[in-house]
């Protein structure tokens, strides 16, 4: 990753976000995915399952993800000497959130009326889901690695899935979701990128057999 391409990236993502948030609200047959999906959902949760999504509710949302989850990280970085990307990561987290509360009031879409838990205002996009996907991001930028980036997808989909089973929300919010909270994590790293000095990072070694 360059600054460049994270900059293409970051606002590529964040248009199609929008553009997602447009659709959903000026085109009633994009809705059909999200019904069916919905259906789907409700067809084949099981008990288990319903727990596990309460557990990614609950880890996922609130002061654990506006909080705890930010300033654990940030404070990890701070103890291991990394100054610049612990506020890095807290803007991370910062603008990704307030880009969702932006796009909820704007698009205003009502949540499925079948849902198992309380939530707030809007469904589109899911902060929950635009959280997870701004901790994948976030950690991968800071620690380039593939078991780093696998974890943080399984993560952010895991985080997706749970919102469905809960009918909490519908599947284009998940969607959006995860381009808002990586497209605006990919923003701020363009912009703070020669700060944080990634291109001077050591070249990665080859592993030997």
Do not use: C, Y
């Amino acid at each position: 990753m360059t600054r460049r391409a994270a900059a293409i990236i970051g606002a590529a993502l964040f248009v199609a976000a929008v553009l997602l948030g447009a659709l959903v609200m000026f085109v009633p047959i994009a809705s059909a995915p999200d019904t069916g999906w919905h259906a789907l959902m409700v067809q084949l949760r099981a008990p288990w399952m319903i727990h596990v999504a309460l557990f990614f509710d609950w880890i996922g949302g609130g002061w654990r993800a506006v909080l705890l989850v930010p300033l654990g990280i940030a404070g990890a970085l701070l103890v291991l000497r990394r100054q610049t990307e612990a506020l890095f990561a807290l803007a991370a987290f910062a603008l990704s959130a307030g880009l969702v509360q932006v796009i909820k009031h704007i698009v205003g879409r009502a949540r499925p009326e079948d849902l198992l838990v309380a939530s707030d205002f809007g469904s589109f996009p899911s902060g929950h889901t635009a959280n997870a996907a701004t901790i994948a991001v976030v950690l991968w930028l800071i620690a380039p690695r593939l078991w780093v980036a696998v974890l943080g997808a399984l993560w952010t989909v895991a985080m997706a899935l749970s919102r469905t089973i809960l009918s909490v929300h519908w599947l284009t919010d998940t969607i959006g979701g995860i381009l808002v909270g990586a497209g605006a994590t990919l923003l701020v790293a363009a912009l703070l990128w020669g700060w944080l000095r990634w291109d001077r990072r050591p070249p990665q070694r080859a592993r030997t057999v």
